[in-house]
């Protein structure tokens, strides 16, 4: 596999140069990513638990797809990218949520966009090298569970519900 190339920004989101992924995330340098939340039809969202090979929280629950944005490459074209990649689904509509930037981890500094869509449930083909597993929960059982076993969940998408439901949140908004 070839090596990954991800755009270097600086907190404005301007890129100023682009770097490996591995190098990006050894010195802590500021680069986009993007996430998606998809709905089947009675509201529910798309929840992935990471695979267990992830360097980055193993077998922790996520949204429906968490992606960097590829060098040169827009946060649509990457959210679209990882829909595919992730869970082998095409032609979705997703509209664009807020842009933020925030601290994901050690050397983990990111600008990112979250997009939502509507998915039909018997399209999913998930890639079992990233993703235990996929099922749906109600913002109902997303609140009790964040409340009650928040170190069920990556802590970027704690961040992403918070501001979601209102509450407070390290997601430092753009627009």
Request: glycine share 6%.
């Amino acid at each position: 596999m070839s090596e990954e190339y991800l755009d270097i920004v600086d907190e404005q989101d301007v890129t100023i140069g682009k770097e490996t992924r591995k190098k990006v995330h050894e010195v802590g340098l500021w680069h986009r990513g993007v996430h998606v939340f998809l709905f089947n039809k009675d509201g529910k969202m798309l929840i992935q638990k990471r695979s267990a090979d992830r360097a980055s929280n193993p077998l922790r629950l996520d949204c429906s797809v968490s992606e960097h944005v590829q060098s040169g490459e827009s946060y649509l074209d990457a959210a679209r990218r990882g829909l595919k990649e992730e869970l082998g689904v095409a032609g979705i509509q997703i509209k664009r949520l807020t842009k933020f930037r925030m601290n994901y981890g050690i050397n983990d500094n990111e600008i990112s966009e979250i997009y939502t869509g509507e998915i039909d449930t018997q399209n999913i083909n998930f890639d079992n090298n990233e993703i235990e597993t996929v099922f749906y929960m109600s913002m109902d059982e997303i609140k009790e569970k964040m409340q009650h076993e928040q170190n069920l969940f990556c802590d970027w998408f704690v961040q992403m519900m918070n501001w979601y439901f209102e509450k407070e949140t390290r997601l430092i908004l753009m627009d």
